[in-house]
């Protein structure tokens, strides 16, 4: 005789028996019964280690930095931007508590794991070094980056053309370090933030700087700089980004990992929606 695991429901005997109860005139009609019939998703499968991770911790610090539409943080209220939303995902699914810390974004990434730092960054780019300090998840976002100079500069066609000239980069970006090891001759100049490095390129301080087109365009628009263009893109750096947590923690990103793959296409492109459409 068939044999039947305790607990387990077979979704075919269901609606098996709802026709047989439409026949016998009990019921009026069979609905969809896929959402009366519980089924697992793929984040709440999950291993042994995930388990232990979750039962004790409970709070997680993220870096939080003024990046719109990324992240937006006045510091007057909560957080709020495309990245704070994949964050609250991890809140709805897991019960995670999120603890935001502000820190300009290259002491943060110093500080992971310390008492006064984050435990998470939500967004930056995979390198070897990097993976090697941090755990890493897979690619949830695009970031392209891009050469910005002054209206009045002559042609740029790439970071070969900017030898000699004073670039800005917003400190432990890894753009800046792979300038400085294939284009020794270009002067990079460390800021804390992009609008730092944009005051710094009006002013005349810096020839050129070097950010993500959809951060420092918003910036750019909110706060009405003048005289800047984008020159030429930036190719030395993939445009793929990924949330990198303290290397002690790789239970963290595996839940982050899984909770993506258990998010529906739709779900991902509404949250792109609503922070990114307005702001191209």
Do not use: C
Not at 120 to 132: K, N, Q, T, V
Not at 169 to 184: D, H, M, N, T, W
């Amino acid at each position: 005789s068939e044999v039947a695991p305790v607990g387990h429901i077979n979704q075919g005997r269901i609606f098996h028996m709802a026709e047989v109860l439409k026949k016998l005139g009990r019921v009026e009609s069979v609905a969809n019964l896929s959402g009366f019939i519980y089924e697992e998703s793929s984040w709440s499968k999950l291993s042994a280690a995930e388990m232990t991770w979750l039962a004790n911790h409970k709070t997680v610090r993220v870096l939080s930095t003024n990046s719109p539409p990324l992240i937006y943080d006045d510091g007057a209220t909560p957080p709020r931007g495309l990245l704070i939303d994949y964050l609250s995902k991890l809140t709805e699914v897991y019960g995670i508590k999120i603890e935001y810390v502000s820190l300009p974004w290259g002491e943060g990434l110093e500080s992971i794991g310390t008492a006064q730092g984050p435990d998470l960054m939500p967004a930056l780019r995979s390198s070897a070094e990097r993976s090697r300090q941090l755990a890493l998840s897979q690619p949830y976002i695009n970031l392209h980056s891009v050469i910005f100079t002054r209206e009045e500069n002559g042609f740029i066609g790439g970071i070969e053309d900017l030898a000699g000239y004073k670039v800005g980069f917003q400190k432990g970006v890894l753009a800046a370090k792979l300038v400085r090891e294939k284009y020794p001759l270009v002067e990079i100049v460390d800021v804390a933030d992009d609008f730092t490095g944009l005051k710094m390129l009006v002013g005349g301080e810096v020839d050129a700087y070097i950010g993500n087109l959809l951060m420092v365009g918003q910036i750019i628009a909110e706060q009405g700089l003048v005289n800047i263009k984008v020159a030429a893109p930036f190719t030395l750096v993939n445009p793929e980004h990924v949330l990198g947590a303290r290397k002690d923690w790789p239970e963290l990103v595996s839940l982050f990992d899984r909770m993506l793959s258990g998010m529906e296409p739709q779900e991902q492109a509404e949250i792109r929606s609503r922070w990114l459409s307005l702001h191209y």
